[in-house]
Every structure is written in structure tokens, then in C-alpha cells.
């Protein structure tokens, strides 16, 4: 069973701390990593994209690194802002399809 | 460039009736996959179609059904709705060319079923 686990379900930080947000797989051959924020009530919106090839990707304060043979993921964030708040979610496709086979999520709190 | 487009946004019906919600993808995303989030069972995917084919398909019953026209935009129907079918459902849109899948995400239409 194609199986993604994010750790920890919720964290709640002060403002301006680094953190990190991790996603476990169980199966290694993945084809594309992807991390999505979700404000309540919201759609997700797509923050970074890594591609088997890679191992990690960058976009202004979010960091996420890809390692295929501990099948695990994590999204950094640095110097964490209250408007970070959300729940951030990972997903793979194992394949070429593009079927998308979700953790359950991290709900972050950043606290002024 | 406009994002991806669900309508309606909200819906409320009773159990037995059918629904239809539709999905208009980002411009020149050719592939349009849809999901469903239920506070219990997290994001599920449904079914993905590409040039009016569907690909791929989730486990969920015959009752679930979609299609894609010539411009990409696509529909989901439900038939015979059921409590359990309360949900946010999502459709997401992706350029679908060489490996990067990377997919974008409509607001969703969040159904009720009374």
C-alpha cells in the first residue's frame, strides 16, 4: 500500500523560528514530491515541486529536500511569519500518472 | 493568467439526488484530475483525464463519474447521493508535459448532502 505519513499533525511555534515539517513513504520508487499549503475552508495551493531526479528545491524562505532511499521529504521554513499559518500537505505520484496520493498534513500555528 | 476555476463554490442537496461540478483549468493545462477531502478520510483522489480520456481512476463507486470536453474544462457527477458524499472536492490542472506534474488546485465546491 502506497502509504504517506507527515509528522508531526500539528506544531505551534513562535514567530520567526526555523522549522521543519516531515513526510515519509513507504514506497521508494517515487516519480514527483509536491507540498501544498491549505488555508481553512481553502484549495491548495502548490508550493514546491521535486522531480525524482532532484534533491531538493527552493523558494524564498521554503526549503524541500528529497531523499528516495529513506523515502523521506522535508519542507524547512525559515524564519517562520504568522501568515505562515496552515496546514501543509505532501504528496507523491509513484508513477507517470498523476495521481497524487496525499499525507494527512501538518497544521502549523505561528504565533505573533 | 487565471488559475483553476470551480463552480459552484458552495451546493447543498438532499440524499438520492444527483449533482454536477465543473472544473475550468489553467489555460493550455491539457490534464485535469479531481479529489475529494473528507475530515476522515484526508484527500482521495477520484479520477484524471487528458485530451478527454480518463487516465487513471481512484476506488470509489460507479456513482462518481466525470468527463473532459475539447477545451480541457471538465465535469464530475454524482448520482444518488449519500450522506457519506458531504465533502470539499477539489480539481487540479496540470501542463502535462516531460516529468513536471506539478498540479495547481481550483477553490473547490464544498457539497452538502442533507
Known amino acids: 500500500k502506497q502509504e504517506v505519513t507527515q509528522i508531526p499533525a500539528a506544531l505551534s511555534v513562535p514567530e520567526g523560528e526555523n522549522l521543519v515539517l516531515n513526510c515519509s513513504f513507504t514506497?521508494?520508487?517515487?516519480?514527483?514530491l509536491q507540498w501544498f499549503r491549505q488555508d481553512p475552508g481553502k484549495g491548495l495551493t502548490s508550493l514546491l515541486l521535486i522531480q525524482s531526479s532532484q534533491r531538493e528545491q527552493t523558494s524564498g524562505r521554503l526549503n524541500a529536500s528529497l531523499d528516495k532511499s529513506s523515502g523521506r521529504s522535508t519542507l524547512y521554513i525559515a524564519a517562520s511569519q504568522p501568515g505562515d499559518s496552515a496546514t501543509y500537505l505532501c504528496a507523491r505520484t509513484a508513477d507517470s500518472s498523476y495521481k497524487l496520493i496525499f499525507g494527512s498534513g501538518t497544521r502549523l500555528l505561528v504565533r505573533p | 493568467k487565471a488559475g483553476v476555476t470551480q463552480t459552484p463554490r458552495y451546493l447543498i442537496k438532499t440524499r438520492g439526488q444527483q449533482v454536477t461540478l465543473s472544473c475550468s483549468p489553467i489555460s493550455g493545462h491539457r490534464s485535469v484530475s479531481w479529489y475529494q477531502q473528507t475530515p476522515g478520510q484526508g484527500l482521495q483522489f477520484l479520477f484524471e483525464y487528458f485530451s478527454e480520456t480518463q487516465r487513471n481512476k481512484g476506488n470509489f463507486p460507479g456513482r462518481f463519474s466525470g468527463r473532459q470536453f475539447s477545451n480541457s474544462r471538465s465535469e464530475m457527477n454524482v448520482s444518488t447521493l449519500e450522506l457519506g458524499d458531504s465533502a470539499l472536492y477539489l480539481c487540479?490542472?496540470?501542463?502535462?508535459?516531460?516529468?513536471?506534474?506539478?498540479?495547481?488546485f481550483g477553490p473547490g465546491t464544498r457539497l452538502t448532502v442533507l
Open positions: 514506497d521508494s520508487a517515487i516519480y514527483n
Open positions: 487540479a490542472s496540470s501542463l502535462a508535459v516531460k516529468r513536471n506534474h506539478e498540479q495547481f
